[in-house]
């Protein structure tokens, strides 16, 4: 059984800062690609940022300078700092990975429980 457990959601003001992490726990081969998506009420899930296992980062374009994505592949974790906070990164993220269990050969999705960030004065 494999679970990805989030965790740093929460309330921060306008221009505040807020880090998230993401922990792949159980019965893992390796873990490929990892990252974050949000959704926001009434849009579609996006792509924030991923990391590949050997570190190259891609953003979209919104949080380019003022999110960072990084990960420790000796826990399987990955981190998403964000700064400058705006209200429109208001949603649920989600953490994703792209990770071998060992029920398996092949890669398979995984996706965290989500957490809120809201951005509000």
């Known amino acids: 059984q494999v679970q990805l457990g989030e965790f740093g959601g929460g309330l921060v003001q306008p221009g505040g800062s807020l880090r998230l992490s993401c922990e792949a726990s159980?019965?893992?081969?390796?873990?490929?690609?990892m990252g974050w998506y949000r959704q926001a009420p009434g849009n579609q899930r996006e792509l924030v940022a991923v990391?590949?296992?050997?570190?190259?980062?891609n953003y979209v374009d919104s949080v380019k300078g003022r999110f960072t994505i990084s990960r420790d592949n000796a826990k399987n974790t990955v981190y998403l700092q964000m700064n400058s906070l705006k209200p429109e990164d208001t949603a649920v993220y989600y953490c994703?990975?792209?990770?071998?269990?060992?029920?398996?050969?092949?890669?398979?999705?995984?996706w965290g429980q989500g957490t809120q960030v809201t951005v509000s004065s």
């Open positions: 990391i590949t296992s050997g570190g190259n980062t």
């Open positions: 159980g019965r893992i081969r390796s873990v490929h690609n």
């Open positions: 994703n990975a792209d990770l071998v269990s060992f029920a398996s050969w092949f890669p398979s999705q995984y």
